[in-house]
Structure formats: structure tokens, C-alpha cells
């Protein structure tokens, strides 16, 4: 395989990671705060249209609360990171899982993998020749350095 194409695909992983990352960190944030009107609608459907001071602390933070009660009454910084990282990683770990599972049976197989990838594959080769070359790459992937034969870059870059 020619170092280009190897190039290529190394990007596309890369590009593939940081972007299930970034949309997983997006995600959470948005998650927050759908789940906080989740959870005082709940609460408020369930009181008549109104909460208290001591029902509202309750939906908002039981579960901060129960990590609290789960550490001897006291948290500290590194279980409270240990614990975000952990759920964080969680929701990410879910959402990989959901878009490669073709069976829809909650886990990850070699063949679930390799089905995802001749999915992307098949969609990145346009001409369907069975070879993704550079023209059909997506965005600036696929025309950056074009005609210069892969040697300098065309002024674009850093120097």
C-alpha cells in the first residue's frame, strides 16, 4: 500500500475519533440540560405544577448526592472526576457501540467493525472502482496538494 493512501486512511481514523469525541462532549452538554428539564417536569407533574426548595434539590442533584453518601459523607476532588470521567465514558462507549452494533444485540464484534467500515468505504469511493483516491476524499482532504505531485505545500500551511 503506498504511503499516501496509508496517509489517507490514518487521517480518516484520526478525523473519525476526534469527531465522535468532540460530538460525545457536545453531546453531554446538551444531555445536562435536557435531563434537568426531564427531571423538574417530571417533579412538577408530579406535585401540581410546582416544587419546593427541598424537591427541586432533590431532582437536581440525587445523584451527586448518592456519590457523596457512597464515599463516607465526603467527595473529593479525585472521585468526582473519577466518576464524571467514568459516565462521560460511558455515554461515549453507548453511542460507538449503537453505531457499529449491526445485529442491534448491544455489543461490539471484529464483524461489526469491519461491516461499519465498508460502509464508510463504500461511500468514500464514489466511482466504485474498489480504490478511494484523493479526488474523492471529502472536503480539503481530497484537494489539498493536488497537481503538486505530494512535494511542498502550496503555500497554504505553516512553513
Not at 460511558?90 to 464483524?111: H, P, S
Amino acid at each position: 500500500m503506498r504511503k499516501t493512501t496509508k496517509l489517507v486512511f490514518a487521517f480518516i481514523a484520526l478525523a473519525g475519533a476526534i469527531g465522535t469525541a468532540a460530538y460525545a462532549d457536545e453531546s453531554s452538554r446538551q444531555d445536562g440540560r435536557d435531563g434537568m428539564t426531564m427531571r423538574l417536569d417530571k417533579v412538577m407533574k408530579d406535585s401540581n405544577g410546582a416544587i419546593t426548595f427541598d424537591q427541586f434539590s432533590v431532582a437536581m442533584d440525587s445523584r451527586l448526592k448518592k456519590l457523596v453518601a457512597d464515599n463516607g459523607g465526603k467527595l473529593t476532588v479525585e472521585q468526582l472526576a473519577a466518576a464524571l470521567e467514568k459516565a462521560r465514558f460511558e455515554r461515549m462507549a453507548k453511542r460507538i457501540v449503537a453505531r457499529y452494533d449491526t445485529k442491534g444485540d448491544g455489543t461490539l464484534t471484529a464483524d461489526d467493525i469491519t461491516t461499519h467500515d465498508k460502509k464508510v468505504f463504500a461511500m468514500l469511493d464514489r466511482n466504485n472502482d474498489g480504490r478511494i483516491e484523493k479526488s474523492e476524499l471529502p472536503g480539503r482532504v481530497g484537494r489539498h496538494r493536488q497537481g503538486d505531485g505530494g512535494g511542498n505545500d502550496d503555500g497554504g500551511g505553516m512553513q
